[in-house]
């Protein structure tokens, strides 16, 4: 397959948040509309904006079929050590199982590396089973207990 995994630009934007519309399991309720364009349109100036955020897709054939996001972290413990945080993590149904998120998440190491972060970190929601044998295959440990709350 020849895929391309690159930074996302706003052209992409619209097929980005398909990706994220289309996941039954995650339940962020994301949408496409003229209603929520606008959101989205600004969620993407700030990341672009940011030095320590960026936004990836992975194209292939000119099509949008996966993303991910990548944050980098200063923390204070560790010797103020540089961490990475990868998110939003979507591969398109019709495209699984073909070796594109494996070669997602490696990009999204190397890019991490790259910055100075001695360790990547991730969140999956507890009901993703199959996303979860897959970050262990890539050499990802159950470490922590997550906790969120609306505000």
Known sequence: MAWEIRVATA???EAVVRLHEADLIGG????????????YEAAFAAIEASPDTDLYVAVEDGVVVGTFQLQMLRKLTERGARKAVLE???VRADRRSRGLGARMIAEAERLARA???????LTSNKRRTAAHRFYERQGYERSHEGFRKTL
């Open 28 to 39: 962020h309720g994301d949408a496409w509309t003229p209603q929520t364009r606008p959101a």
């Open 88 to 90: 939003s993590v979507q």
């Open 115 to 121: 910055r100075g972060a001695t360790g990547l970190q």
């Open 11 to 13: 052209g992409d934007l």
